[in-house]
Every structure is written in C-alpha cells, then in structure tokens.
C-alpha cells in the first residue's frame, strides 16, 4: 500500500475537478455520487431546500454538493460569506442574493478551471457581489477576522489534512462568525488500504472522516457549539459521538460551529 502526500492528494483532487469542469455540460451533473451510491448522501433527491429555477443550467448542471449549506446558514442581509471549495460557484451565487448589494461572497477553489467556470457563470447570473479566488482551503487567501459566515459543500471531506483546514476558517471568521458546512462525515474509520483509493478519495468517500475525529479537529481549532447530524436524520445529534471503528459508514453531514466573541 502507498501512503500518499498531502501535495499528491491535492493533485489527484485537482485533476478530477479540472476534467469535471472542462467536461461540464448544462444540466449534466458529475456530482460527487454519480457513480458509487455508497455514501448515504447519495439518495438522488433535489439537494436543495431552497427555490434554485432562476439559476442558470450551467450553473445547476455543475452542482457537485451533498446538501443544502444556504439554508443551514441563515445568511441575513450585509453579510460576508466565505465559500470553502466554491466549484462552479452555485452557493456563491444563493447567498449573494440572501446577503444582496450590502454584502459579499468570496468562493475559494484550488481548480484553476473551476474558477474560470465560476467567473463565466457569475457573467450569467449578474450579481457582482461575489468574487472567486484561486487557493487551497487549508491556506486561504482571505484577511483574519473578516468573514461573518463560512459555508463549503462537500469539500472538506476532500482535504488531506482537514485541522488545518478547520484551523484556518477559524483564523478568517469574525468573534462570533460561525460555520455551516454539508459534508461527508462517517460513522466508523477507513481502512489505510481504503484511504489509499485516490479515486474513491476523489469521489468524496475514502477522505471523509470519523464524526469523532471530525469534531475533534473543529474543537481544536478553538470553535464552540459544535453540531454534526445527518441530514437523513436531523434529529439526532451525533457530535458527542464515540468512534464505531470500522467499517465506515458514510453520510451526508450538516455541521455548524460558532468562533466565541472571548478568544
Ligand atoms: C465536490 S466539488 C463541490 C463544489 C461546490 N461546492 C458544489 O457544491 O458544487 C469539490 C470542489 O472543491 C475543490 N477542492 C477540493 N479540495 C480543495 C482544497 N483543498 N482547497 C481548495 N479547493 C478544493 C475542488 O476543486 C472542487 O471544485
């Protein structure tokens, strides 16, 4: 079995979603559960709890998420929002409407032609509050203490080393800024021979982490009220889960966390 490096990792992701992005038709979706239906994210349901029919099919045809973060954020008008891994910019462009003229959206990807398929899109969707830039969520180009809220879609999953990644939002949020990801999270851990699989990596499976260790690396970067359910079954409350070994089982998180006003 090879171990892979954090920078081969990233490059393996990289090309996926530069093939995804060169490749895009309109109303064709290379989601993250075209294929492999084993995450339970994959269940072929509209992602969305909120009205998406004015968006552009170049838009909606490159939606690569697993759930809703628009609607798990509450955005109130003014605001500005991060996007961590925006894709072909889809929650950029919702959330530019919720936060309208008086705020802002920056989406980060590290895909030089997701970013060229964003900036297209965002020519389509006239709204000229949101902004692309080019950078890896684990080192993002954004000031500390400058975002209100971060929203990512099933993308953190896809880091090599998600503390830092959870280290950094933590940096760039404002006190009291908060988090409001959708994400693949287990129940249980991957083999080593499992997290080798580039291509299930890349596919948003292999990469994904215990719930346990997934909210251990929120906690560490400093965050409070820390919440991960399952977005089949909201109810539950699974942050304060202990790990279930193996085998994993994957699913479609929503995790929330807030960065305390006293740091
Ligand atoms: C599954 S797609 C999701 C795209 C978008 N969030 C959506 O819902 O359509 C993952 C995206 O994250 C980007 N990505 C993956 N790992 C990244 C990293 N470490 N830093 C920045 N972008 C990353 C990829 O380039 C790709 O555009």
Redesign the pocket.
């Known amino acids: 079995m090879t171990t892979l490096t954090q920078e081969q990792v ?1 490059e393996e ?2 090309a ?3 093939r ?2 060169d490749e895009s038709q309109p109303q064709v979706s290379s ?2 559960c075209d294929g492999d239906t084993s995450a339970s994210c994959c269940d072929s349901i509209s992602l969305y709890d909120i009205d998406t029919a004015w968006l552009p099919n170049d838009v909606t045809g ?5 759930g809703d973060p628009i609607t798990l954020a509450e955005l109130q008008p003014g605001q500005t929002v991060l ?9 950029c462009f919702m959330a530019a409407r919720q936060v309208g003229e008086s705020g802002n959206v920056i989406g ?4 030089a032609a ?1 970013i060229q398929k964003a900036n297209q899109n965002k020519a389509k969707v006239d709204l000229p509050n949101v902004e692309f830039r080019l ?4 080192d993002l180009p954004v000031d500390s203490d400058s975002i209100d809220v971060i929203i ?4 953190i999953n ?3 080393d998600k503390t830092t ?1 959870f280290r950094e939002t933590y940096r760039v949020l404002k006190p009291g800024g908060r988090l409001a990801v ?1 994400d693949i999270v287990t129940l249980g851990r991957f083999t080593p021979q499992e997290r080798a699989d580039m291509n299930a990596w890349a596919e ?1 499976i292999t990469g994904a982490e215990d719930v346990a260790d997934y909210v251990a690396a929120i906690k560490a970067a400093g965050f409070r009220d820390i919440s991960v359910r399952d977005k089949g079954n909201p109810d539950v409350e699974l942050s304060g889960t202990v790990s279930m070994g193996t085998p994993a089982r994957a699913f479609s998180a929503r995790v929330t966390a807030v960065k305390p006003h006293n740091q």
Do not use: F, W
């Open positions: 990233h992701v990289k996926r979603y530069a995804i992005a989601s993250c490159l939606s690569l998420g697993c996007d961590l891994g925006s894709g072909g910019g889809i929650d980060v990807d590290m895909t997701m950078g890896q969520i684990e990512s879609n099933c993308v896809l880091s090599p990644v959708s948003c």
